[in-house]
């Protein structure tokens, strides 16, 4: 049973420039949420897509935008890259059953902004 | 405003002996308390979690927690320490206000000696 898988593992890009992350969810799994982790810090709540609506958003600007498609993979756009978008990006999936759910983590992409 | 506190940046045991990782938590309404822990270049893997009932959780790699209502405490803990449990450990809270979203604490550095 493969667990929830994300592309690419690196990325490097420069300032202005957009990027697109890609998160598949674990099997039988429809919620998925994204997360940003800096450099020593716990990860931080962007958004969470389910039934391919935005159902929840934490505190990040409207350069973060999201996707979910009818298979619950998702996507995870940033526009105009600033250098403090250098990050670790967190893809979880979970069964969208409420705040009791286990979110199971990808691995992650290493976005670096130069 | 609800939060995560891990009050320790690093936590250092000798191999055999017992651990505690320390997490409070600051929320209105009935708090459900995660535990991940996250080995380097890698994404968060989930050990357990309090919803309700018993106050000593259970999770996977012999690691148990106790939910402390009366101190706001979810302290994690092992009775005997293996080396390979040295990692990075998150304690996670989902509330009311911020719906099926996570909220990490910074983490916890946990070093394990021979």
């Known amino acids: 049973d493969a667990g929830v898988t994300q592309s690419p593992t690196h990325l490097i890009k420069t300032r202005g420039q957009q990027v697109t992350l890609r998160c598949s969810p674990k099997?039988?799994?429809?919620?998925v949420s994204w997360y940003q982790q800096a450099l020593g810090q716990g990860p931080q709540f962007i958004f969470q897509?389910?039934?391919?609506?935005?159902?929840q958003r934490g505190n990040f600007p409207d350069r973060f935008s999201g996707h979910q498609f009818p298979n619950y993979s998702s996507e995870l756009n940033v526009n105009a890259l600033l250098l403090g978008d250098s990050a670790l990006y967190l893809c979880?999936?979970?069964?969208?059953?409420?705040?009791?759910?286990?979110?199971?983590f990808g691995p992650g992409t290493r976005l670096t902004v130069l | 405003a609800q939060s995560v506190a891990q009050p320790e940046d690093q936590v250092n045991v000798a191999e055999g002996n017992p651990l505690t990782v320390k997490c409070t938590y600051s929320?209105?309404?009935?708090?459900?308390l995660f535990w991940y822990v996250q080995y380097p270049n890698r994404g968060l893997q989930f050990l357990l979690k309090?919803?309700?009932?018993?106050?000593l959780v259970k999770g996977s790699y012999g690691f148990e927690a106790e939910f402390n209502k009366s101190q706001t405490s979810f302290h994690l803990k092992k009775p005997s320490a293996l080396v390979s449990d040295s990692a990075l450990y998150f304690c996670?809270?989902?509330?009311?206000?911020?719906?099926?979203?996570?909220?990490f604490g910074k983490g916890t550095t946990l070093s394990v000696s021979s």
């Open positions: 979880a999936s979970s069964l969208g059953r409420g705040r009791t759910d286990t979110q199971y």
């Open positions: 099997s039988g799994h429809d919620t």
């Open positions: 897509y389910y039934e391919e609506e935005e159902r």
């Open positions: 929320v209105s309404g009935n708090p459900y």
């Open positions: 309090y919803i309700t009932g018993d106050n």
């Open positions: 996670a809270v989902s509330v009311n206000q911020a719906g099926t979203a996570l909220i």
